[in-house]
């Protein structure tokens, strides 16, 4: 079954506890385990542009993401796993999960 892992990192001044080094790492852990299916970091968040249309189909652009929160998401891998606890088990592998928080999430399948 496939899992995204939304990688939430802590926004604002807050110092990261884990290195590039630890990601290529992890990045590695799970290619090596034949789990990856995607996966992408994102841009920094100034470069992030927001759309809204209303009911009357106007469409309103603005720069940045303007959500009401302390965490950013970062990026996002998705897995292919046998179940939520072994989605679970590599969440808690993730750097991310140090310095902010990932949210497991299965993708949905409308094949069936």
């Known amino acids: 079954m496939k899992y995204m892992l939304l990688i939430q990192a802590a926004s604002g001044d807050v110092e990261p506890q884990c290195t590039f080094e630890d990601w290529m790492a992890y990045d ?3 290619k090596d385990a034949g789990i990856w299916s995607a996966g992408e970091s994102l841009a920094d968040l100034v470069t992030a542009t927001t759309v809204k249309v ?3 189909g106007k469409r309103t652009v603005t ?5 009401e ?13 046998p179940d939520l606890d072994a989605a679970l088990d590599w969440a808690a592998r993730c750097p991310g999960a140090r310095d902010g928080s990932v949210v497991v999430r299965p993708v949905a399948d409308f094949s069936a």
């Not at 720069?63 to 959500?67: K, L, Q, R």
């Open 28 to 30: 590695k852990q799970v």
């Open 54 to 56: 209303d009911r009357d």
């Open 63 to 67: 720069d940045g993401p303007y959500a």
């Open 69 to 81: 929160t302390r965490e950013v998401l970062g990026g996002f891998y998705v897995i292919d796993v």
